[in-house]
């Protein structure tokens, strides 16, 4: 089991460039979610899934958008890059939402210039 | 508003010694708290679920408590080691919706 992949690793965009962070894990978990972690603040929930088809606003969700067409996949697009987005980005999955724990993948760095 | 608070930001103790970790909310009515450990540059690893009508729950060196009336959960770790340096994160949710603490960064001494 390879888990929750993320790619890229690091990325740095300029102001107003378009991208897509990639998520898949590959255990069958029905709940996925997105994070950024900025220092001093924690973990802040962006967008979160409890299945295919089904996508949900999180703490934070301005300049970003998710689809979840599949179980394993679960992709996050920052729509127009601002600075403000510089951030460690985080996918995390689980069996049971809060019935369960979360496994998150290793992050992507995003530096928005 | 909604809040979790962690009590200290860092936390520096002897190896050996017990540490006790603090979380606390407001405004919040969850039926299961999580706790996590994250060390630096990694994603956070899920260690610990308790819930509500759990007044305690442990697994080898950690143990976790979870008093719905105070709104606070207290995570120890025993004879605590170097390698259980890291930051540790509470977490909790009432509708699918998790939500962390800041995190309190727990170094151990040798």
């Known amino acids: 089991n390879a888990g929750v992949t993320q790619t890229p690793k690091f990325q740095v965009l300029k102001t107003g460039q378009s991208m897509t962070l990639q998520c898949a894990q590959d255990?069958?978990?029905?709940?996925m979610s997105w994070y950024r972690q900025d220092p001093g603040m924690g973990l802040r929930l962006i967008h979160y899934?409890?299945?295919?088809?089904?996508?949900d606003q999180g703490e934070v969700p301005n300049g970003y958008n998710v689809s979840r067409s599949t179980t394993e996949d679960f992709p996050l697009r920052l729509l127009s890059a601002a600075p403000s987005q510089t951030s460690v980005y985080f996918c995390?999955?689980?069996?049971?939402?809060?019935?369960?724990?979360?496994?998150f993948g290793s992050g992507t760095r995003l530096t928005v210039v | 508003s909604q809040k979790i608070e962690q009590n200290s930001e860092a936390l520096n103790i002897q190896e050996g010694k017990t540490a006790t970790l603090t979380c606390n909310y407001t405004?919040?009515?969850?039926?299961?708290l999580q706790w996590y450990r994250q060390d630096p540059g990694r994603g956070p690893v899920f260690l610990l679920l308790i819930r509500e009508n759990e007044k305690e729950k442990r697994k080898e060196r950690l143990k976790v408590t979870f008093d719905t009336t105070l709104k606070q959960s207290l995570f120890h770790i025993t004879a605590s080691q170097p390698a259980d340096s890291a930051t540790y994160l509470c977490a909790l949710d009432e509708w699918n919706d998790m939500r962390f603490g800041a995190g309190t960064r727990l170094t151990v001494k040798p």
């Open positions: 255990m069958n978990h029905e709940y």
């Open positions: 995390a999955s689980s069996y049971g939402g809060q019935n369960y724990g979360y496994t």
């Open positions: 899934s409890v299945g295919a088809g089904i996508t």
């Open positions: 405004n919040y009515s969850p039926a299961y």
